[in-house]
């Protein structure tokens, strides 16, 4: 029985929810073919955020961690190929951080990859009529600092990560000019996500790039 760890990050930027908290929560304790999701909530605050999640991977020891957050703008659930060096906040984060071109870690590598087979679960969410579209930036904001810290902490470890970041609820976007997804829909995408990074030890060669 594998353990996967997934964590929603609280709201931000002046919203009431974040679609990320509210679905970790539906799927806390949710049983799996052969694993089981326990869920943990993340502050969007600097460092915090990174620390907060090593601690849940010491008490909870998974074998994967999935973590997961908000983009307003996308229409898909996109899980993310690549974290950044890079903290460029455009917005003060909910400790009052906004630091400007500044490391995440001091001296580390410019860019991890997810270690979560990122092209399986595309296909898996895709087959199920869910849209879902690789991405090939987690932005410069928190969600792509927590990335980064993360997959930082476990690099030297068997314990595979990756971010997936999940549009807005239809009620964060009433004035019309926000893609958004249903609960229901989110929920089930990121269920079968996770069942996709059980069942897949390697990706799978499917085209998920994109031209500028
Ligand atoms: N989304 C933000 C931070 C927290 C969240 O859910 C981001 O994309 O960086």
Known sequence: MKKILMTGFEPFGGESINPALEAVKLLDGVVLNNGIIVAHQVPVTRFKAIEVVIEAIKYHQPD????????????????ERIAINMDDFRIADNDGNQPIDQPIIMN?????????????????LQQQGIPCQVSNTAGTFVCNHLF??????????????????????PQQATFGDQPSMSLDLI??????????????????????????
């Not at 994967?64 to 899980?79: F, K």
């Not at 990859?113 to 399986?120: R, V």
Request: aromatic share 10%; hydrophobic share 45%.
């Open 187 to 212: 929920v089930a995408g990121l269920k079968i996500a996770a069942q996709a990074v059980i069942d897949n030890a390697f990706d799978i060669p499917l085209s998920g790039g994109s031209i500028c």
């Open 108 to 124: 580390g590598p410019n860019a991890y990859f997810s270690t979560l087979p990122i092209k399986a679960i595309t296909q898996a």
């Open 148 to 169: 980064y810290g993360v997959q930082h902490y476990l690099r030297y470890t068997q314990i595979s990560h990756g971010f997936i970041h999940i549009p807005l609820l």
């Open 64 to 79: 994967y961690v999935i973590t997961v957050g908000q983009a307003s703008g996308r229409a898909a659930i996109t899980p």
